[in-house]
């Protein structure tokens, strides 16, 4: 069964940092394509970055120099630095697998998300 | 980036009726649209993929349409388990999501 457990969401003071965590199980982390995705308290669905198979990434506008996805292949875990975090920021954070069809990829499985709340 | 808008942002209607979501692209995307459905506290839902395939579990009530630019999501027969919000998405170009749109109890 896959399975993706998001952890790492805290209280943080604007211009701080912090390290989410999504363990996953069920499935193979690094063949896959992995997303962060995010949602502000009360608004819509902002996908925030991308990870590729082939290790390339991608990233929104909004955070890109900010915010960082890795992955360590030996732990099956994706995770995103977050740095130089604002409060516009805050959010419940999924990360989400994609499945890679004929055309388009698309979200199949996602995380219960985890709460980062940006304040001081 | 590309840029999607969806209409209406919210909708009242009553079980059994017909409701229709439309989706619109800020630039081609052929049929790299997906549909998701979130309910409170909840993560999204994989409802449809490529515009009109629907994932695995899905009632059959659900029904996605369009190309190019412009794409419907349609419920056929508004059931009580479908008071949500729904959002669409491409991958066409990086990833973005429409607004939504919530179908709220008339």
């Known amino acids: 069964e896959v399975q993706l457990v998001e952890s790492g969401g805290d209280l943080v003071q604007p211009g701080g940092s912090l390290r989410l965590s999504c363990a996953a199980s069920?499935?193979?982390?690094?063949?896959?394509?992995m997303s962060w995705v995010r949602q502000a308290p009360g608004k819509g669905l902002e996908w925030v970055s991308i990870?590729?198979?082939?290790?390339?990434?991608h990233y929104a506008d909004s955070v890109r120099g900010r915010l960082t996805i890795s992955r360590d292949n030996s732990k099956n875990t994706l995770y995103l630095q977050m740095s130089s975090l604002r409060a516009e920021d805050t959010a419940v954070y999924y990360c989400?697998?994609?499945?890679?069809?004929?055309?388009?990829?698309?979200?199949?499985?996602w995380g219960q998300g985890t709460l980062v709340t940006v304040s001081s | 980036d590309i840029q999607m808008t969806q209409s209406p942002s919210s909708l009242s209607a009553s079980v059994g009726d017909r409701v229709t979501i439309t989706c619109r692209a800020s630039q081609s995307i052929r049929n790299y649209l997906n549909w998701y459905q979130q309910k409170p506290g909840k993560a999204p839902k994989l409802l449809i993929y490529a515009v009109s395939s629907l994932q695995s579990g899905v009632p059959s009530r659900f029904s996605g349409s369009g190309s190019g630019t412009d794409f419907t999501l349609t419920i056929s027969s508004l059931q009580p388990e479908d008071f949500a919000t729904y959002f669409c998405?491409?991958?066409?170009?990086?990833?973005?999501f429409g607004q939504g749109t919530k179908v709220e109890f008339k």
């Open positions: 989400a697998r994609s499945i890679v069809g004929d055309t388009t990829d698309y979200f199949d499985h």
């Open positions: 998405q491409q991958s066409y170009s990086k990833r973005t």
């Open positions: 069920g499935f193979i982390v690094s063949s896959n394509y």
């Open positions: 990870i590729y198979s082939g290790g390339s990434t």
